[in-house]
């Protein structure tokens, strides 16, 4: 049997990593800026979070939601102190996509209705109704399309509401930054107006942060930097720092029945683990403030180039958009500089490192990424 060829795959294999540098099965020595798309939150291999694991795995690793896991209990009161939203509630499951998939269902039970609103250049996920609610066609099968999903332009309010006096709207979804789409970032005056047309219209606001939350731009989500507060807040990616977790956050105005939601392997007990021992480590070694910090240090000593278009993003959430094609840039990074970046589209390198990225760490790829471009 050979793997289902999906991937389009560079041929470097990571067998160790540590922090945010990897090693490859050859030896090599890489510096990570991508995090595996964002999920290495507070590096690779973390004593501590291997420290959790290991001795969790040693006394239960997983049984159902059918009986109490007071791992997860203690999620739910650590997380909600982290962010500053105690009184949200919880719900666990596996991934950012899942986690999409049920805020969409929450809003249509709370609503009644069916159609959610999401946003050009939008990226949600890859199940059924996450995809549906993202805006790339080739993703999207016959199955998938049928979903009630009308896409608006980012910051376009006037157009926002057009589509909620159809009086169908269960939800808005949107990100707290665009990832895929481009590092495209919403504006304060624009959230805070989706804010108050949800109120108007009767729709949640649902606040996709699984690539843009847990510390990742400088807060512990995107669009506290906005002062708003949505009905639903989805997670995933560095949640539990490698490990499968994902969770929504659900406001007050929500009333929970048995059986409305549901997962097998959502906050097992592995999972649970990792998520604390991540939190551990994001409070203990501050690395909100870090990723702001060295975010800003990246932005500010960025190498000024004509092939430069625009560097946009906060924190250790940035595209540096060009205006040729990367690909070229991109190999010549991982190959020759040994450094891992993303990309989004043709035209952006996409950083996502670990949020325990150093200064040094990061002036070692301005120096690097300095020489790339000379030789561009």
């Known amino acids: 049997m050979n793997l289902f060829d999906v991937y389009s795959l560079f041929d470097v294999t990571p067998v160790k990593g540590l922090g945010c540098r990897i090693w490859d099965d050859k030896g090599q020595e890489y510096l990570d800026l991508y995090g595996g798309h964002a999920v290495i939150s507070i590096g690779h291999s973390h004593p501590h979070y291997i420290e959790v694991l290991t001795d969790q795995l040693s006394k239960i690793g997983f049984y159902s939601n059918s009986v109490r896991n007071p791992l997860q209990e203690e999620l739910a009161t650590r997380l909600g102190s982290a962010c500053g939203l105690e009184d949200y509630s919880l ?20 609503t009644g209705k069916d159609r959610i609103i999401a946003f050009r250049k939008s990226f949600h996920g890859r199940t059924s109704g996450a995809v549906a609610l993202t805006d790339n066609p080739s993703i999207v099968s016959p199955f998938n399309s049928h979903h009630k999903v009308s896409f608006c332009e980012l910051n376009d309010a006037a157009g926002v509401e057009e589509v ?17 789409g481009g590092i495209n970032l919403p504006t304060e005056a ?50 539990a720092n490698g490990f499968p977790c994902g969770g929504i956050l659900i406001s007050p105005e929500f009333k929970a029945t048995k059986g409305m939601l549901g997962t097998t392997f959502g906050g097992n007990y592995l999972a649970m683990a990792a998520a604390l021992a991540t939190l551990d480590v994001i409070e203990s070694e501050k690395l909100i403030d870090n990723a702001l910090k060295v975010g800003e240090y990246l932005k500010d000593n960025m190498p000024k180039s004509p092939l430069i278009k625009e560097v946009r993003g906060k924190g ?44 040094d760490q990061a002036g070692t790829f301005i120096n690097s990424f300095s020489k790339t471009l000379q030789n561009a």
Request: with cysteine; charged share 20%.
């Open 91 to 110: 719900f666990l499951d596996n991934s950012g996509a899942e986690s999409n998939e049920n805020a969409a269902k929450l809003a249509s039970f709370h």
């Open 164 to 180: 909620l006096k159809g009086g169908d709207v269960a939800g808005i979804i949107i990100e707290g930054i665009q990832g895929c």
């Open 190 to 239: 624009f959230m805070k107006e989706l804010e108050a047309l949800c109120r108007k219209w009767g729709a949640c606001l649902i606040l996709d942060e699984v690539q843009s939350g847990y510390g990742r731009t400088g807060k512990f989500f995107a669009h506290q930097w906005y002062g708003i507060r949505p009905g639903i807040i989805t997670l995933g990616k560095g949640i």
């Open 316 to 359: 250790l959430m940035l595209g540096i958009e060009f205006n040729c094609e990367v690909a070229p840039i991109r190999r010549d990074l991982l190959f020759d500089k040994h450094i891992f970046t993303g990309v989004a589209g043709k035209n952006m390198v996409r950083l996502l490192a670990p949020l325990c990225l150093s200064l």
